[in-house]
C-alpha cells in the first residue's frame, strides 16, 4: 500500500516577505513494472535539486514513487496503471503552491485537442500538468502554463531520450523548462 504521505495535497502558504524559490520535477509515463539502478540513478540525476514531483500518470507501479522519498509528491493514475495505481490515486487533483494553483491530470483522448480538455478540467489553474501523448510541451496559452513533460521511460518506442520539465515558481511566477537525461549526463 502507498504511504499515507504520498496521497495527501499539501498546501504550502507563504507571506509575501518568507516567499522563496520553489523547484518541482515533472515526469509522466514511465511505463515500468519494476525499479532497476538505471532507472534509479535517472532519478537521482534528473530530480536531486526538487522538494516536490509531480508524476502525470501511467505510473504503471506504485514502486516507481518510492524512489522519491522523502520530497512531496504529487501524483495521478493514467490509463496504463495496474489496479493497485488506479485505487491508490486519483485521475486528476489540483495542488496550491503558494500562490500557484496547479492542475495534474494524465490526460486521454486524441492529442489534437488534449489541452482544451486539460483547460476545461482545471479552469481555474495558473499552471497545467498532463502526460499521456509522449510529446513534450512547455508554453502559455491564455496566461495558463501548459507542460507535458514527455515520456520518462529511459528510451522511448521512437529512440528519443527520456524528457522531463523543472517547474520554478518564484517571486515572478511560474515557469518550467524541457529537459532531456541526455542533457544531465
Known sequence: MLPEMLLCIMVLSTSEKDRKMIQAGILSDTHITSVNERFRESVDTAFSDC???????????????E?????TIYAVHGNMCDIEVHRSLPE????ELGNTTVGLCHGAGPRHNIEERMWSR?????CIIYGHTHQPVCHRTGGILF???G???LRTPHGTPASYAIL??????CHANL???SDKR
Open 122 to 126: 482545471f479552469p481555474e489553474a495558473d
Open 168 to 173: 520554478t515558481l518564484d517571486d515572478s511566477g
Open 179 to 181: 529537459h532531456t537525461l
Open 67 to 71: 524512489l522519491f522519498q522523502p520530497k
Open 51 to 65: 522538494d516536490i514531483i509531480f508524476h502525470a500518470g501511467d505510473i504503471t507501479s506504485l514502486s516507481v514513487l
Open 147 to 149: 507542460i507535458n513533460p
Open 92 to 95: 486528476s487533483r489540483v495542488v
Open 151 to 153: 515520456s520518462f521511460y
